[in-house]
């Protein structure tokens, strides 16, 4: 009987714990505002969510120039870079709720300053 009520109690804290945890992310989202990655080059730029799901796509004509296949490899490798911003995004948000290793864990990645996809451009070595 008496396992039986710690149990419950246990329990309730878990879900109460849960229950503020859950609330401060949903604060923090909506903060943040949409939780996207954004690449851009040559005419192409692309969107996308923590996860890689594609939510935006725009070509230029000067894009559609250089061909179907540059244009496919162009969006390919934009995609990558924008999945990845997506996955900094996604940590720099959740990681003050959940935890840094935590929000690792999941998948999402923090993006350091010296990485190649922190930036649109690569940085320009002196």
């Known amino acids: ?8 109690r246990a329990v309730a804290r878990v879900m109460e714990e849960a229950s503020r945890t859950g609330e401060a992310a949903a604060a923090r ?6 939780v996207v990655g954004k690449a851009a080059a ?7 969510a ?4 594609l939510t935006g796509l725009t070509l230029t004509r000067a894009a559609l120039r250089s061909g179907s296949e540059a244009v496919a490899s162009q969006i ?5 870079r924008a999945e990845r911003r997506a996955g900094d995004r996604m940590h720099q948000v959740l990681a ?4 840094a290793e935590a929000v690792t864990a999941l998948g999402y990645a923090a993006l ?3 990485d190649p996809d922190f930036y649109d451009e690569e940085p320009v070595a002196w």
Do not use: I
């Open 1 to 8: 009987m008496v396992a039986e009520f710690d149990m419950d």
């Open 29 to 34: 989202f909506e903060r943040a505002g949409p």
């Open 42 to 48: 040559g005419g192409v730029s692309v969107e996308v």
């Open 50 to 53: 923590p996860g890689g799901l």
């Open 76 to 80: 390919l490798e934009l995609s990558r």
């Open 96 to 99: 003050p709720v959940l935890g």
């Open 112 to 114: 350091a300053e010296d």
